[in-house]
T-cell receptor, first 113, second 111 residues
Framework: NAGVMQNPRHLVRRRGQEARLRCSPMKGHSHVYWYRQLPEEGLKFMVY????????ESGMPKERFSAEFPKEGPSILRIQQVVRGDSAAYFCASSPLGVETQYFGPGTRLLVL | SQQGEEDPQALSIQEGENATMNCSYKTSINNLQWYRQNSGRGLVHLILIRSNEREKHSGRLRVTLDTSKKSSSLLITASRAADTASYFC???????????FGQGTILTVHP
C-alpha cells in the first residue's frame, strides 16, 4: 500500500505565476488535509477536504489560495499570483473515515523567486 | 496563535540516554498526537493519547497527558542515533480533522 504521494517534490516559481500542488491520498482514505510549514516552524493547518467537499478551510488565506478534492484524481492546492512569502513546504495528509491519525506525504517545497 | 508550545526547543544527548520533550497547549482537546520529522522529510505519526487517558506506551516511547495542566510529555528511552529528528506535538480539538502543531523540539542523539 503506497503512502501519501505528493508532486512535485520541489517547485520553483517566479512572483506572479501560479503554483499547483498535487496530493494522492493513501488507498482507501477519503479525507485529505493540507498544511504549510515555514522554515524553522511547525506545521499550520490550511484546509480539510473530503471527496468533492471542503469541510474546514479556516486556515486558508482569503485570497489567491484554493483547494479541491475531486471525485476522481488527486487533491490540488492552487496558489495564484505567488509572492515570496508563499515560499514554504506544503504537506498533505490523509486519513480514512473516523480515524484521527493523519498520514503525511513527503511534502512539496515551493520556492518563489 | 500556536496551540502547542514545546520545550525544550533543542535537546542534545548521547546514545543510550533518555530524552524527554514537553508540550503545552491552551484549549480543550479530544486527543494529542506526537509526530517525528526527519530533516527535509514528511511527518511520521508516533503515538496518539486521548483526553481521557493519562499515559500510553509504544515500544521505547512513553507519553503522558495532564489535562488539568494542559501539558504532555514524550519520553524516548535508550535513545539511538537514528532518533535524531524534530518532534512535534499536535492537538485535535472539537473541529474534527484540524491538527494544531507546536513549534517542535530538535533532538540530536550523538553516537
Amino acid at each position: 500500500n503506497a503512502g501519501v504521494m505528493q508532486n512535485p517534490r520541489h517547485l520553483v516559481r517566479r512572483r506572479g505565476q501560479e503554483a499547483r500542488l498535487r496530493c494522492s491520498p493513501m488507498k482507501g482514505h477519503s479525507h485529505v488535509y493540507w498544511y504549510r510549514q515555514l522554515p524553522e516552524e511547525g506545521l499550520k493547518f490550511m484546509v480539510y477536504l473530503q471527496k468533492e467537499n471542503i469541510i474546514d478551510e479556516s486556515g486558508m488565506p482569503k485570497e489567491r489560495f484554493s483547494a479541491e478534492f475531486p471525485k476522481e484524481g488527486p487533491s490540488i492546492l492552487r496558489i495564484q499570483q505567488v509572492v515570496r512569502g508563499d515560499s514554504a513546504a506544503y504537506f498533505c495528509a490523509s486519513s480514512p473515515l473516523g480515524v484521527e491519525t493523519q498520514y503525511f506525504g513527503p511534502g512539496t517545497r515551493l520556492l518563489v523567486l | 496563535s500556536q496551540q502547542g508550545e514545546e520545550d525544550p526547543q533543542a535537546l542534545s544527548i548521547q546514545e543510550g540516554e533518555n530524552a524527554t520533550m514537553n508540550c503545552s497547549y491552551k484549549t480543550s482537546i479530544n486527543n494529542l498526537q506526537w509526530y517525528r520529522q526527519n530533516s527535509g522529510r514528511g511527518l511520521v505519526h508516533l503515538i496518539l493519547i486521548r483526553s481521557n487517558e493519562r499515559e500510553k506506551h509504544s515500544g521505547r516511547l512513553r507519553v503522558t497527558l495532564d489535562t488539568s495542566k494542559k501539558s504532555s510529555s514524550l519520553l524516548i528511552t535508550a535513545s539511538r542515533a537514528a532518533d535524531t529528528a524534530s518532534y512535534f506535538c499536535a492537538t485535535a480539538g472539537t473541529s474534527y480533522g484540524k491538527l494544531t502543531f507546536g513549534q517542535g523540539t530538535i533532538l540530536t542523539v550523538h553516537p
